[in-house]
């Protein structure tokens, strides 16, 4: 991971002083570096040892990071890692186009692979995080969003990049084609697990800890599961509770909406669909060595779920 951030640090140059600035700001606040160490432990699980896979595992980060920049305007968001969003700093075009420029280096970054089916996971990848934010933007305010309908977009929006950071690991090592799936599909029900459980914290995390604020979801009307669940199965207060608060995408109600929450069980029900995502995502590595890094893949699996941050 230091040769990664190393690459990172080296594929940040620009002579425009702004995006050095505004990029060097977002990725110096560090984060879990998740994604590109699940390209690092998907490439090396399969064998590979060479250079390629740290460029890759940046430019999985450049990616991951121009989203964040572009999430944080659309969601108009302040607080980000514990410190100022980049847009509350530098204002909301300079975040937008140092977030394109980090889309452009990352498929600049691609290209040195000299690997034709990398470029296109990575086009696709893309394209379907986008059309998950779209559909995240649809669904603001909407109390009648499904199970089925929430899981589409986290599927879109996060877990997608999971799943093409761990199969460009195995892509770059060669592996068989049943392995390669067998990565995608570890990476799908990861990122699955994780983004359930950002959506549990913001309803039973501690602020200072998951680095941004309580009710963040709820004040930009994002019908998270617990939310969908209160509405499906709470009680008819607990359901009236939730469904106005998202209607009226504010904070003020948050104390209401998390007792609502609470009172059926739905922080539970959530975590426990996370728990399922997470056992389908070590069962999908049974195609892969049994390995050590195997094994930390597994570890990886099961930490998605039972984080506090």
Known sequence: MQTVD????????????LIRQVAEYIISAGGKRLRPALTLLSG?????????????????????????????VVDESDLRRGRK?????????????????????????????RNMTILEVMAEATNIIAEGEVLQLLNIGNTDVSEDEYLKVIQYKTAKLFEAAARV?????????????????????????????DDVLDYSGDAETIGKSLGDDLAEGKPTLPLIYTMRHGSPEASSTVRAALENASRDGFQ????????????DYAKNEATKMAEKAIAALQAIPD????QALTELARLSVDRSA
């Not at 390629?52 to 964040?68: D, K, V, Y």
């Not at 390995?291 to 195997?294: D, F, H, L, V, Y």
């Open 6 to 17: 190393r690459v990172i640090r080296a594929r940040l140059h620009s002579d425009v002083v």
């Open 44 to 72: 090396r699980a399969l064998g590979y040892q060479g250079e390629h896979l740290f460029e890759l595992a940046a430019m999985i980060e450049f990616i991951h990071t121009a989203t964040l920049l572009h999430d944080d």
């Open 85 to 113: 969003t980049a847009n509350a700093l530098f204002g909301n075009a300079a975040s937008v186009l140092v977030g394109d420029f980090l889309y452009t280096r990352a498929f600049q970054m691609m290209v040195t692979t």
């Open 169 to 197: 690991g195995a892509l770059i090592a060669d592996a068989a084609p049943e392995q390669v799936q067998a990565m995608a599909d570890y990476g799908m029900y990861l990122g699955t697990a994780f983004q359930i459980i």
């Open 256 to 267: 209401d909406v998390l007792a609502a929450v609470q009172s059926c069980g739905a922080l």
């Open 291 to 294: 390995t050590e890094t195997r």
